[in-house]
Structure formats: C-alpha cells, structure tokens
C-alpha cells in the first residue's frame, strides 16, 4: 500500500499514515450496527462485506484521486467489521466457556497467517504485474471467500436468539453493564493502539534511528515480531481456558510492559531479534483473551452485539494509537511511545485486577447473604 501510494499520488508520510486511520473509521462505524443485525442476517452480512471489500480494489486502481482513494477505503473497512464482526460471533456461540480461548485464538492465527503470506505474495505480485495487481488479487480473494462461505454448512447451525428488549439502547446497555465487559474493551483499545501506534509505524523507525540497521534487518526483525506473535496466539488461548482469562491476562500484560521498556533499551541486532520475537509473543499470547472473556460473560442472544462493542474499542485504539504515537514520538523521542505502551499495559493490568478483585467480593458478599 505504501509503494502504490508513493508511485500513484506521490504520497508523503502523512497521507500514508491516514490509510489506517480511515480504515479503521470505517471499521468503527459499522461494528455495532452488524452485531444488532448479525442474529438474523449472518451469512448476508459475511457475503456482503467480502463482496463490498472486492469492489473497493477494483475501484481503488480506477481513481487517480488521493480524496477518493481515502473514501474508498473507509469503507473498505465497513466491508471488514462485516466479515470480521459476524466472523468472530459464528466462532465463538458453539464453543462451551472451556475452548472459547482456542476458538479465538485459531481465528486470529488464520488472520496472522495470512497477513505473512498476503505481504510475500504482494510485493511479489506489485513487482512482477505491476502497482495495481496487488489490490487484484485481494478482491479475487475475497471473491473465492465469498464462495466459501455460500456453501459453508456453519450457517445453517448458527441460530441466535433474538432479546426481547425494548430497543437497541438496551441492547447495548446490558452489554456495558456486565461486570468486567468495559474493562475488556478498554484492554482491547490499549492492546491495538501499541500494536499498530508502536509496532507497526514506529518500531521500523526505531530500528533505523537509534539501532542503525538497514532495510533487509529491519524486515528480518520485523517478522520475527509477527512470527512470535503467531507461535504464541495457540498457547494463550489455551493457557486462558485451562487456567482462567484474568489469571493469564494480567501477568501477560506486565511481561509485555516489560519487553516494551527493555527494547528501548537496546540497539544491538542480536539483542533486539530476541526482544522482537518476545515482544510479539507477547501481544499473541493476550490477544485473545478479552474477546473470550466478554463471550463467556454476557448472555448468548447478546453475544453479537457484545463482539461489535468490542470490535469497535479495539478500532478505536487502531484510530487514536498511531495518532498519539506519533505525537509523542516528536515531542520527545522515538523511544517515549515504547516506554508509554508499558505504562498502559500496567495501568490495564491494574484494572483488571481490580476488576478481579470486586468480582471476588461480590460473590463473597452474594455467599453470605
């Protein structure tokens, strides 16, 4: 995407960087709406935006406009909340409280998986087809995932019960008053702002200014990050189901608050490979968990709201992450966003936590009474 914004609107590193933050815009907007509809309209849904996310490609390689191009992938991200929204509720309502960590966690090892091979397969397709053969062949993905999912049999077994409930607002209100919900949410915004504000957008940067690697050290590092965080999604679903969500999520969150405060400290290649690997082993091994701890907690006939509430924390930190990243990263140092993604893994930490802790007291409370 970069390079085809380079070489098609001569694009600087602001208008590269609104990519994201439109997608995730679009992403945002639709999360809810889809979970209200998802109990009546799944398959349509999932159809629907894979099918919208093919146009937007195709359109995308027509306009020779950075203002519409913007437009387009906005909402190319409302096609994704309706694949990806309707997507994580088919995977979660079969699964018993006891494989809800692992359901989840097979889900975003399939996303991760195919982000490593769509990257290869884009740069290899950009240089040997040319600037728009990339945007091709996603939309002739999503055309094959549209087939999928016609003849796929999941459907036929997703049944939601509709809530009697007076309207939406309710809906949502129920979700929200659920103990432990918001603070999942809220670790689902601070998980995506480091990940995307820090990781993704200034890590490379990092690398450069203060490690002094080139370019091939820096892909290497790079993708012994996403690598981690592939190899660990499994392992912290299931340690999540064998042990409990809040037992492995807070000391997930204080080892990733860690592994962010000692990269900052380190510039020698050996060293950061080690640290690159651990850091996204790290944000694999929690990943999944808020979204199986929300999914055992609220009611089933709630769950596809629950699951667009989510989506929509999760993109917001998408949205605000590399926006306020790299506000600090100019104010002070490419460093000072690392040390504040750890300060917001322990403040999470602590909220869940205390979040622990009430949970604890009012079954005690409800126990004696």
């Not at 037992?247 to 290649?269: D, E, K, M, N, Q």
Request: some cysteine; overall charge positive.
């Amino acid at each position: 995407m970069p390079l085809y914004l380079q070489n098609t609107f001569v694009a600087n590193y602001r208008m590269v960087t609104l990519i994201p933050v439109v997608f995730g815009a679009g992403k945002w907007i639709a999360n809810v709406p889809t979970g209200y509809l998802l109990s009546r309209f799944a398959r349509p849904l999932m159809i629907g935006g894979l099918a919208l996310i093919a146009c937007i490609d195709v359109a995308s390689v027509t306009t020779s406009r950075y203002g519409v191009f913007l437009g387009f992938r906005a909402l190319g991200g409302v096609g994704w909340a309706m694949f990806a929204t309707v997507a994580t509720t088919v995977v979660l309502l079969p699964s018993t409280a006891r494989r809800r960590g692992r359901a989840i966690s097979l889900l975003l090892m399939a996303e991760t998986s195919g982000l490593l091979v769509g990257s290869a397969a884009g740069g290899w397709l950009y240089q040997g087809f040319g600037v728009s053969s990339p945007f091709l062949f996603e939309a002739a993905c999503m055309l094959v995932a549209v087939v999928a999912v016609t003849c796929s049999e999941s459907f036929s077994a997703f049944v939601v019960a509709t809530p009697r409930r007076s309207g939406h607002r309710d809906l949502l209100r129920a979700v929200l008053r659920t103990p432990g919900v918001p603070v999942m949410g809220v670790t689902s915004a601070v998980l995506i702002a480091i990940q995307t504000g820090v990781l993704v957008f200034l890590f490379p940067l990092y690398l450069v200014k203060r490690a002094g690697v080139g370019p091939e050290t820096v892909g290497v590092l790079v993708s012994l990050t996403v690598l981690g965080r592939l190899m660990a999604l499994w392992l912290g679903g299931t340690a999540s189901d064998r042990w409990g969500r809040m037992r492995v999520l807070i000391p997930g969150l204080l080892i990733y608050a860690v592994l962010l405060v000692s990269i900052a400290r380190f510039t020698h290649a050996l060293v950061l490979g080690v640290l690159s690997f651990a850091i996204g082993a790290a944000a694999g091994f929690v990943a999944a968990i808020p979204t199986a701890f929300t999914s055992d907690r609220v009611d089933p006939a709630l769950q596809g709201v629950a699951v667009g509430w989510l989506r929509t924390m999760s993109d917001g930190g998408q949205i605000v992450g590399p926006l306020l990243m790299g506000a600090v990263a100019d104010a002070i140092d490419v460093s000072a966003p690392f040390l504040l993604g750890a300060a917001l893994l322990a403040a999470t930490a602590w909220q869940c936590h205390r979040q622990t802790n009430s949970t604890a007291t009012a079954v005690a409370s409800r126990r004696h009474t």
